[in-house]
């Protein structure tokens, strides 16, 4: 009897499909380098493109004043003749010969305000000789008092009237507010008004207030406030761009003046000469003729 035929029950495996491209190498080839070539230089010039867009928006337009002041070039601003500096014992010695002399961006320099006092007990070690030599000099001066919000408001008066010791035809007295410390915005009000109220008193003139611009509207927004002449530090622009009513402007803090050594803060004044005099402590003596 002949033998049946074996019938096998293997089946044969398909080959599987391809899913991707072999890199000679070995490992798949990724998906855009089956692009074309100037696809991938057109998107890197356009990435970079667009990168140098936004970071000259967010990081170099706002700040464009700053960056050339890093650079030692200062803004001085325009339409104005009525210049002066700022100083503390950063300056160091002032040559006072040179500095009445000095002239700023083409105008002379028509005044010199410096610190006197700062909190209940800190004095600068200059003042005294830089508040003479002005006078010596016929340099229209001013004092200005570092106000520390956490120390007692009517004892930094007191201790900046002591100090100061100003006197008739100088500039009213100045209260540089920078700082709010642990008060709250009412609190740092409140011990504000306190020292212009013991100063004014003792000079029968209102005090200035020396401030930031933004601080101003932040933590000095009060229309208590508004009859005291304002003194504002705003850097690195061309035009002042607080809209109420200002005296001084701080307009930068790398000047150079002939006479001081290194930069110097550098002002003007919003008025013409005549202005400017007529805000000094009058004399107590004319006032009664």
């Not at 409140?190 to 109220?197: F, G, I, N, P, S």
């Amino acid at each position: 009897m002949a033998a049946k035929e074996k019938t096998s029950t293997k089946t044969t495996a398909r080959p599987r499909r391809k899913t991707g491209t072999k890199r000679k190498g070995g490992g798949k080839r990724l998906f855009f380098h089956s692009w074309p070539s100037w696809w991938l230089w057109a998107g890197g010039i356009g990435a970079a493109v667009v990168y140098a867009v936004l970071f000259y928006h967010f990081f170099i337009t706002p700040y464009s004043f700053r960056w050339r002041a890093i650079y030692r070039e200062p803004n001085y601003p325009e339409g104005y003749d009525v210049r002066g500096i700022d100083i503390s014992h950063y300056q160091g010695r002032v040559e006072w010969e040179r500095v009445r002399n000095a002239r700023i961006n083409g105008d002379t320099l028509s005044f010199v305000i410096m610190k006197a006092t700062e909190g209940v007990s800190l004095a600068d070690e200059y003042f005294q000789r830089n508040f003479m030599n002005a006078r010596r000099n016929d340099i229209l001066r001013g004092a200005y008092h570092y106000f520390r919000p956490e120390e007692d408001a009517r004892r930094q008066a007191r201790f900046f009237i002591q100090t100061a010791a100003l006197e008739p035809g100088d500039l009213p007295p100045i209260l540089d507010v920078e700082e709010r410390g642990s008060l709250s915005v009412a609190e740092l009000q409140t011990r504000v008004k306190q020292w212009l109220d013991v100063v004014e008193k003792e000079y029968g003139v209102k005090p200035m207030i020396y401030t930031g611009r933004n601080f101003k509207d932040v933590c000095l927004n009060n229309k208590m406030f508004d009859p005291y002449p304002l003194w504002l530090a705003h850097y690195y622009v061309k035009e002042m761009t607080y809209n109420g009513t200002w005296a001084f402007w701080q307009h930068t803090d790398v000047g150079e003046v002939d006479g001081i050594s290194g930069k110097v803060d550098c002002n003007i004044f919003n008025g013409t000469a005549e202005d400017l005099a007529a805000m000094t402590i009058p004399d107590p003596i004319e006032d009664k003729i």
